[in-house]
T-cell receptor, first 114, second 113 residues
Framework: GAGVSQSPSNKVTEKGKDVELRCDPI?????LYWYRQSLGQGLEFLIYFQGNSAPDKSGLPSDRFSAERTGGSVSTLTIQRTQQEDSAVYLC????????????FGPGTRLTVT | EDQVTQSPEALRLQEGESSSLNCSYTVSGLRGLFWYRQDPGKGPEFLFT???AGEEKEKERLKATLTKKESFLHITAPKPEDSATYLCAVHDYSGAGSYQLTFGKGTKLSVIP
């Protein structure tokens, strides 16, 4: 079956511009996660959505980062006024439920801020 | 704060040379330990979930084991196609109502023909 998809696969933007990254989870998965992977660093949790519950935003690094999930499916991660330190691979994952379930990852979006 | 440490950072093996990767963790209450494989330019690919000490799981040339403080990923007679970065993660209660994964930095495995 179809896995997690993300778009775009690569995004180059100028410092100060806003960007939107999209994630389409596996059908039927109620939990959706965003992570960031920087060179030489481990994956860093950003935000979590579970069903209709309020999202857990505890991992967002600053108020320039926001995310939404429409209709319990597709999610968009928005970064406003991008900075060079935002350059990283942004990974989306989904799972059947939150606790204890395997998370399945998409291919990621490589963001480069120049 | 939960921590996950993987060793070694990099490992080079000859084809057929068996070895083990280590993942040590400190958590307040383990709700799952996960192993993933990541190829360059791709997202992590799920391999195993372990929930309690003593548990073991196998898949082809890979076998994952779990103790109360660490997990091992044993690779038996590896092949060049096993070359990848192997990531370990623990399921961590954020305190804000969600369960995200806390990842180690990974072990980059290279298998030489």
């Amino acid at each position: 079956g179809a896995g997690v998809s993300q778009s775009p696969s690569n995004k180059v933007t100028e410092k100060g511009k806003d960007v939107e990254l999209r994630c389409d989870p596996i059908s039927g998965h109620t939990a959706l996660y965003w992570y960031r992977q920087s060179l030489g660093q481990g994956l860093e949790f950003l935000i979590y959505f579970q069903g209709n519950s309020a999202p857990d935003k505890s991992g967002l690094p600053s108020d320039r980062f926001s995310a939404e999930r429409t209709g319990g499916s597709v999610s968009t991660l928005t970064i406003q006024r991008t900075q060079q330190e935002d350059s990283a691979v942004y990974l989306c994952a989904s799972s059947l439920v939150g606790q204890g379930s395997e998370q399945y990852f998409g291919p990621g979006t490589r963001l480069t801020v120049t | 704060e939960d921590q996950v440490t993987q060793s070694p950072e990099a490992l080079r093996l000859q084809e057929g040379e068996s070895s083990s990767l280590n993942c040590s963790y400190t958590v307040s209450g383990l709700r799952g330990l996960f192993w993933y494989r990541q190829d360059p330019g791709k997202g992590p690919e799920f391999l195993f979930t372990l929930y309690s000490a003593g548990e073991e799981k196998e898949k082809e040339r890979l076998k994952a084991t779990l103790t109360k403080k660490e997990s091992f990923l044993h690779i038996t007679a590896p092949k060049p196609e096993d070359s990848a970065t192997y990531l370990c993660a623990v399921h961590d209660y954020s305190g804000a109502g969600s369960y995200q994964l806390t990842f180690g930095k990974g072990t980059k495995l290279s298998v030489i023909p």
